[in-house]
């Protein structure tokens, strides 16, 4: 499969390792529908098992809903290509759970959107999760899987829940960014990861000197640091394999 060929839905392992591919699209349509998850359902004991363990180590986690995929592919139009989904509910308790068990329903990605900030020299702003959050420690863009906020007539707003999860854990509002037109679709086993380019017109010393001022407003941040990447030696292992594929490809694309 080439690097910018559309992937297809299939059931292959879902590990760190899976095979990455990238997709650029035009626009995103995403719809919703209600329906049970049958693995909710099936391993309701081992999920409540599950929960409860994450709960004594981390108390500040709260098992609302979030909106999973289990329809997606990528359409050719007139207009241009688009990514189209479809999104079910779930209890947030279950897709960790389904997460850390290995990711056993093949049918159903975590389909979220990331703010990848770029700032006025070109330098990458990212963000390491805090000890609270579930994934504590990680470095990547701004993201999140969409919640039931982020419904908007039927349809998941992905553009929405972008700028959402950016001032959440930057501080930085929508007025202060501008976003690229179009996507690059990341594909990394069961994670379909839709980055958006938002850029600051603050240099990067300047743009992490203002993320870092609002954290330490913040009672308990979801951030507890700041990582700026400028080139290949800047990828982190602490980075998921999709965010560390995307910047090595943004960097081997820069003329020079």
């Known amino acids: ?20 591919a990238f997709a650029e ?9 209600a329906r049970d ?14 929960w409860a363990a994450l709960r004594r180590e981390r108390p500040g ?13 990528v359409e050719a139009r007139a207009s241009g290509p688009a990514l189209v989904t479809r999104h079910f509910d779930s209890p947030f308790s279950a897709f960790l759970a389904w997460r850390d ?24 702003v990212l963000g390491r999760m805090g000890a609270q959050t579930a994934n504590a420690g990680r470095v990547y863009f701004p993201c999140g899987t969409p919640d039931m906020s982020d419904l908007r007539a039927g349809g998941v707003d992905l553009a929405g829940s972008v700028l959402r999860e950016l001032e959440e854990e930057t501080g930085l509002a929508p007025g202060e960014v501008a976003c690229d037109p179009g996507w690059t679709l990341v594909f990394e086993g069961a994670r379909l990861a839709c980055m958006k380019i938002v850029r600051s017109p603050l240099p990067a010393e300047a743009l ?3 993320i870092e001022a609002f954290l330490r407003a913040q009672k308990e941040p979801e951030l507890c640091g700041v990582h ?29």
């Open 208 to 210: 992490v000197a203002r």
């Open 61 to 73: 986690l709260f098992d609302g809903r979030v909106l999973l995929a289990d329809e997606w592919r």
């Open 37 to 50: 998850w049958p693995f909710a359902q099936a391993r309701a004991g081992e999920i409540a098992s599950h």
């Open 228 to 256: 700026v990447a400028r080139g290949p030696g800047d990828l982190l292992p602490a980075m998921p394999p999709f965010t560390r594929a995307f910047l090595a490809r943004r960097f081997a694309a820069q003329p020079g």
């Open 101 to 124: 068990f290995g990711f056993p329903d093949s049918s159903v990605r975590n389909c979220f959107a990331a703010a990848v900030l770029m700032a006025r020299d070109g330098a990458y």
């Open 1 to 20: 499969m080439s690097a910018d060929a559309p992937f297809a839905q299939t059931s292959s392992a879902q590990s760190s390792s899976a095979q990455i």
């Open 25 to 33: 699209v035009d626009a995103i349509e995403s719809r919703y529908h």
